[in-house]
């Protein structure tokens, strides 16, 4: 079988994770071209990985007849106007979440993507973690019985910056977005949001409007509870943990070491502890990857999409307003398009 062709747009650190993929770990897929607007960076980028293409214009990816595919992992305020021009170009997408900062936006990039008949994979990268996977298994499976209880911690050891910051969407946009989605994965649909936030670590947090650490409150549709902690400046390393409780049993997902020894010194004990996203979910990244290669052959279906992308920026606005406002959201989730909408009710 031919290799699926792909181009890839953006090379920030994730981007550049994901060329790293694509370029060599990723079974029947060729990167075929490399783009971001610093020139220095495309050249040596695509050099480095042996992709004979880079190039500053995202219109090279588009005009090209041979990319079967792109993915986008640009900044946030790109990613709506390039997978429409994608889908208009009849390119496959993947992009990094979120889609939007808008909601109606949102909605406009996946009714955009529907009509030009291309699929689009969304970065939800939990979704593809082995340990998640075999959690989800055994929820589905009925292992743990009636679920209970949802808990996640989702913690940064350092802020990225207050330039990132302020063009991030906000905390709960940019990080609880993820659980969010892992959320309504692993549990199901949500009705009620109620989130706390504050900025501890450094006045420039609430100098920009934002905040540093959250808790939030769920109660999801079948009666269950759920609580989210969330921390940019954790210090000790980067942590997501999870724990899902049962009738019958309880499931701990906890796989932060770079290694599986600890040091004992007298009255004390050590253990490593990784710094980021990138090397805890290493092999999720390339899973997902994958999957979109297999999207592209049709293979699978285009999971999770921009129809979970909504759903879970619907909940993370929902969590805005709560902390905003002070109160708890009610949600109602319809059924629309083949996908969850979340209207407010109240």
């Known amino acids: 079988m031919e290799p699926v062709r792909v181009g890839l747009v953006g090379l920030g650190r994730i981007g550049r994770f994901h060329a790293g993929n694509l370029a060599g770990r990723i079974p029947r897929v060729e990167l075929v071209r490399v783009v971001d607007a610093d020139e220095e960076i495309a050249r040596k980028i695509a050099r480095g990985l042996g992709v004979s293409g880079w190039s500053t214009r995202y219109e090279d990816l588009l005009e090209d007849p041979g990319i079967e595919a792109v993915v986008i992992a640009s900044p946030t305020p790109l990613h709506a106007g390039m997978v429409e021009a994608a889908a208009r170009a009849g390119k496959h997408v993947f992009c990094e979440k979120p889609l939007s900062l808008d909601m109606e936006r949102t909605h406009e990039v996946v009714r955009a993507v529907r009509s030009a008949g291309v699929r689009m994979?969304?970065?939800?990268?939990?979704?593809?973690?082995?340990?998640?996977?075999?959690?989800?298994?055994?929820?589905?499976?009925?292992?743990?019985?009636?679920?209970?209880?949802?808990?996640?911690?989702?913690?940064?050891?350092?802020?990225?910056?207050?330039?990132?910051?302020?063009?991030?969407?906000?905390?709960?946009?940019?990080?609880?977005?993820?659980?969010?989605?892992?959320?309504?994965?692993?549990?199901?649909?949500?009705?009620?949001?109620?989130?706390?936030?504050?900025?501890?670590?450094?006045?420039?947090?609430?100098?920009?409007?934002?905040?540093?650490?959250?808790?939030?409150?769920?109660?999801?549709?079948?009666?269950?509870?759920?609580?989210?902690?969330?921390?940019?400046?954790?210090g000790y390393g980067y942590e997501c943990s999870s724990e899902?409780?049962?009738?019958?049993?309880?499931?701990?997902?906890?796989?932060?070491?770079?290694?599986?020894?600890?040091?004992?010194?007298?009255?004390?004990?050590?253990?490593?502890?990784?710094?980021?996203?990138?090397?805890?979910?290493?092999?999720?990244?390339?899973?997902?990857?994958?999957h979109f290669a297999a999207v592209v052959r049709g293979e699978v279906d285009a999971k999770p999409d921009g129809a979970d992308a909504a759903a879970a920026f619907a909940l993370a606005r929902a969590a805005e307003r709560s902390y905003r406002e002070g109160r708890t959201v009610r949600l109602a989730p319809v059924e629309r398009d083949g996908g969850i909408l979340y209207e407010e009710v109240g």
């Open 244 to 290: 899902v409780m049962g009738s019958k049993a309880t499931l701990r997902i906890d796989d932060h070491r770079r290694f599986a020894v600890q040091t004992l010194t007298p009255g004390r004990m050590c253990q490593d502890y990784v710094s980021d996203f990138v090397e805890r979910f290493a092999e999720a990244y390339r899973r997902e990857m994958e």
């Open 121 to 234: 994979q969304v970065g939800f990268h939990r979704r593809f973690d082995p340990d998640y996977r075999a959690a989800r298994e055994k929820i589905a499976g009925g292992d743990i019985g009636e679920v209970y209880l949802f808990r996640t911690s989702l913690r940064d050891m350092r802020s990225p910056g207050f330039e990132y910051i302020k063009g991030s969407g906000g905390f709960f946009a940019d990080v609880t977005l993820h659980d969010f989605d892992t959320a309504r994965w692993m549990i199901g649909e949500i009705e009620e949001v109620t989130a706390f936030g504050a900025a501890l670590s450094d006045p420039g947090f609430e100098e920009v409007g934002d905040i540093d650490n959250a808790v939030v409150a769920l109660r999801f549709v079948t009666g269950a509870l759920g609580v989210v902690d969330n921390s940019r400046v954790a």
